[in-house]
């Protein structure tokens, strides 16, 4: 390993954090800072110079600059918020949403909890039917409230579930009730604004135009959930505050989200591309968040910064030269053995942030630290991070097949290249080819996965797509069979559960460098569930979302091989992840 250099960056708190950087790295960190410093970019990027970026529409997409100070102008109405739900006496708050508008929330719930009195706030951002009715299962819908967020109001996930969850909840509370457990986080004049008024939705609350989705987290795509759970909300928007203040000063080697941002950036230019999340299990749930900022950001015009969340940490020589830990590590509740492991990180020579959370209150600097860093990564790198080109082809994709069910009564119907043990096996025409060329026409599921991994090369990664019910058995096998990529590749990893994915790194996976390797795996649904309104279902929508995603991946070349499994999808799951430790042993 190259030699390394402690940098000491972003001032005092709030936002104190150490770098240890190999020398190549602090040099290039330490040249971008003064080039911000001598340009008084800092001082632009509070400007709104689009010239920072491509000189597009960036300057279209700062509002999540002074969003902070706007709701702490306004913030005694949280505590009105907080007290019409538990007037109302609602035991659960379900919240329907998809990338930046359930991310922060999710992150929210799963900190805070919920205070007494106040509901539990379940988010749900999944077609999966077996997913849909299992959250169902889990509230009483008399006494539930259903928040539809949504920035645009056209998101289909959401629009899918709100129809569903209205009729059910017409069904039980009776259709005079049901539109007074509504409400909808949206844009003005979105047409979820106008379905929540021809409803007759109990509220709506709003975003702003000029902040994108998942830039939104300070806005009330995450401050009204936070407000439903108790959360102190003056309290989390006062940390953001003290970061948004310390973020504008001019001196960029003492700004928490400036330097942080350079060191993204530059360690994105010099190769060190995969950013591995370490996270204090208090705020674990943070890196979701962080992963759709980061990639969706930055994946694009062949460029990305790959966030890795989630991946269990290794001893160091399991990792290549392309990595860049960040440990974000909470005060308040630290992990003894994530301690050790960094350090041994650091010891070892890999390039390693420390960025240190008091309590969980400072999630609120954390959200706006990041947005501002990555900002200046985005910068740095010379791309647009707030436009996000490639989501939308594969919700075109999407749409189409959902157009030829509704049309034709099913969806198109593929050969797969392999049937065994109930487990069917698929691949672009090109890919298959040379899959079949490397290993002299494999004919068994474990030859075509070991073809498939043997194509995975230094600066590569892993990337498991899954459009499965997301319960912890089935995380736990698929966090199995990434480690066993890990260790046997030594290749950076990471699972995404379909659809959210494709609001999150489905950006980095199309738009970003084709160094990417995929195993998607889709399944039968042993139920399905309606959509009201429309004439495909829940497994149906879903389905075509796999398929428009495989299909635009195949279009642009990556490397993706597809795995279907039968109704019965824990015990084939433990079969495809036998297979796969088999074909990388």
């Known amino acids: 390993m190259p030699k390394a250099e402690q940098l000491q960056l972003g001032g005092p708190a709030p936002g104190r954090y150490e770098a240890i950087l190999p020398e190549n790295l602090a040099r290039a960190v330490t040249q971008t800072l003064k080039d911000w410093r001598k340009a008084k970019k800092v001082a632009g990027l509070w400007a709104g110079d689009a010239r920072l970026w491509t000189g597009a529409d960036e300057a279209e997409w700062l509002g999540w600059l002074s969003i902070v100070d706007k709701q702490l102008a306004e913030a005694s109405r949280f505590a009105q918020i907080a007290a019409d739900a538990r007037s109302a006496r609602f035991t659960h708050v379900l919240l329907l949403g998809m990338g930046g508008s359930s991310l922060c929330p999710e992150v929210l719930s799963h900190t805070f909890g919920h205070a007494p009195n106040c509901p539990k706030l379940i988010v749900l951002d999944s077609t999966d039917p077996a997913q849909v009715k299992s959250v169902e299962g889990q509230l009483d819908l008399n006494r539930t409230l259903f928040i539809v967020s949504s920035k645009s109001g056209t998101t289909v996930e959401a629009d899918c579930l709100r129809r569903y969850f209205f009729a059910r909840a017409s069904d039980v509370a009776g259709a005079a009730k049901a539109p007074q457990q509504f409400a909808a986080i949206t844009d003005p004049g979105s047409p979820l604004d106008t379905a929540a008024r021809i409803n007759g939705f109990r509220r709506a609350f709003y975003g702003a135009r000029n902040i994108g989705g998942r830039f939104s987290a300070l806005s009330d795509f995450g401050m009204v959930p936070a407000a439903l759970i108790g959360v102190d909300v003056p309290k989390l928007l006062s940390r953001a505050s003290a970061m948004a203040r310390t ?13 942080l941002g350079a060191i993204l950036g530059a360690a994105h230019n010099l190769g060190m591309n995969k950013l591995t999340l370490v996270i204090s299990p208090g705020i674990q749930r943070l890196g979701a968040w962080l992963e759709q900022l980061l990639a969706e950001s930055t994946g694009k015009d062949g460029k990305a910064i790959i966030p890795i969340e989630r991946e269990e940490l290794q001893e160091p020589d399991n990792y290549g030269p392309d990595r860049l830990f960040v440990y974000i590590r909470l005060a308040s509740a630290p992990d003894a053995a994530q301690d050790a492991a960094v350090t041994k990180l650091e010891e070892a020579g890999h390039p390693v942030v420390r960025i240190h959370v008091p309590d969980i209150y400072g999630l609120g600097a954390e959200f706006f630290r990041w947005e501002f ?14 436009n996000q080109p490639d989501v939308e082809s594969s919700k075109a994709a999407a749409r189409k097949f959902t157009a030829r069910f509704e049309e034709t009564g099913q ?93 999150s790194t489905g950006q980095a996976h199309k738009g970003g460098p084709n160094t990417g390797l995929f195993l998607m795996i889709t399944c039968d649904d042993a139920l399905d569930l309606p959509v009201p309104g429309r004439k495909y279902s829940f497994g149906i929508l879903k389905a075509a979302q796999a398929c428009g995603d495989f299909e635009v991946l195949a279009a642009r070349n990556r490397r993706i091989l597809r795995v279907h499994l039968p109704a019965e999808v824990q015990p084939a799951l433990v079969r495809l992840r036998d297979t796969v430790l088999t074909a990388l042993s």
């Open 247 to 259: 973020c504008k000063r001019l001196a960029p080697e003492r700004n928490p989200g400036a330097a």
């Open 373 to 386: 860093a990555t900002a200046v990564a985005g910068a740095v790198i010379g791309i647009n991070p707030f």
């Open 411 to 503: 969806l198109p119907a593929d050969t797969p290249l392999l049937e065994e043990a109930g487990l069917k096996l698929f691949a672009p025409q090109w890919y298959a080819s040379t899959l079949a060329r490397a290993q002299h026409a494999p004919k068994s599921l474990d030859a075509w996965l070991r073809a498939h991994f043997a194509q995975l090369c230094t600066g590569d990664y892993f990337a498991l797509l899954a459009f499965i019910q997301m319960t912890d058995q089935a995380e736990a096998l698929l966090q199995q069979m990434r480690l066993a990529v890990l260790k046997s590749k030594r290749v950076a990893t990471s699972i995404g559960f379909g659809p959210r994915y494709l609001h």
